[in-house]
């Protein structure tokens, strides 16, 4: 069973960084494609960034290209999001998301496994 845990949200003011942590139990963390999405209140989850398990490519959300940067430690079963310039339209509960499967989705459906969830709170 695969286990996957977010930390290091919390509140900051607009401009200001965060960076984001999934740690995944198993073995096999280096086959799976990783992703970051986010649900802000009354809103859907969207996509937000993910990262392929064979060459390390990476899709971004057009609205945080340039402020967002989305890495994989294999060594440390652990994929991060490095958030710089935040805006108040970041605020979100941000969730990690696994998928062994071959195709990098950008979309939120067909992710195996997910993360609880961590606040990112944004201030004006």
């Not at 930390?7 to 970051?36: D, I, P």
């Not at 994929?79 to 062994?100: F, G, I, N, S, W």
């Amino acid at each position: 069973q695969v286990q996957l845990v977010e930390s290091g949200g919390g509140s900051v003011q607009a401009g200001g960084s965060l960076r984001l942590s999934c740690e995944a139990s198993g073995r096999t963390f280096s086959t799976w494609n990783m992703g970051w999405f986010r649900q802000a209140p009354g809103q859907e989850r969207e996509f937000v960034a993910v990262i392929g398990w064979n060459n390390g490519k990476t899709y971004y959300l057009d609205s945080v290209k340039g402020r967002f940067t989305i890495s994989r430690d294999n060594a440390k079963n652990t994929m991060y999001l490095q958030m710089v310039r935040l805006k108040p339209e970041d605020t979100a509960v941000y969730y990690c998301a696994a998928d062994v499967g071959f195709t990098l989705k950008t979309t939120t459906s067909g992710w195996e496994y997910w993360g609880q969830g961590t606040q990112v709170t944004v201030s004006s």
